[in-house]
Nanobody
Framework: QLQLAESGGGSVQAGGSLRLSCVASGVPSDGFCMAWFRQTTKDVREVIAT????????YYSESVKGRFTLSRDSAKKGLWLQMNNLKPEDTSVYYC??????????????????WGQGTQVTVSS
C-alpha cells in the first residue's frame, strides 16, 4: 500500500519561505507522477505543481509560478516544494498526491489515487 507523508508546513509572514516535503513509501515510484495541491475556500483542491516520473516535465500554476520550485530525488521517493515570497493568499492546506502515469501528469485531483494527510501553511500580512 503506497503511503505519502508530508511535513514542513507552518506559519510565516508575507515574503517569507517554507519548504514542504513529501516522502512516499510502500511501493516503487517508477512511473508515478507526483503533485502538490492546495485546498481552496470552496473546498476544491487546486493543482499547484506537478512533476513527471522522470522529472523532466514540471508544471506550475500561474498563481505560484516564479515563486515556488518543485523537485524530486533521484530515487523518486521524495518530493519537495520550495515556497518563496509567500503571500497571504497562499494560506491553505497543502496536499501531496501521486498516481501511476508514466506518460505525464494530470491537473485533475480526481485522477490522483494516493494522497497525504495535508499540511497547513499560514501566511500573515
Amino acid at each position: 500500500q503506497l503511503q505519502l507523508a508530508e511535513s514542513g508546513g507552518g506559519s510565516v509572514q508575507a515574503g517569507g519561505s517554507l519548504r514542504l516535503s513529501c516522502v512516499a513509501s510502500g511501493v516503487p515510484s517508477d512511473g508515478f507522477c507526483m503533485a502538490w495541491f492546495r485546498q481552496t475556500t470552496k473546498d476544491v483542491r487546486e493543482v499547484i505543481a506537478t512533476i513527471s516520473s522522470d522529472g523532466r516535465e514540471v508544471y506550475y500554476s500561474e498563481s505560484v509560478k516564479g515563486r515556488f520550485t518543485l523537485s524530486r530525488d533521484s530515487a523518486k521517493k521524495g518530493l519537495w516544494l520550495q515556497m518563496n515570497n509567500l503571500k497571504p493568499e497562499d494560506t491553505s492546506v497543502y496536499y501531496c498526491a501521486t498516481y501511476y502515469s508514466p506518460e505525464g501528469c494530470s491537473h485533475r485531483p480526481g485522477d490522483y489515487g494516493f494522497w497525504g494527510q495535508g499540511t497547513q501553511v499560514t501566511v500573515s500580512s
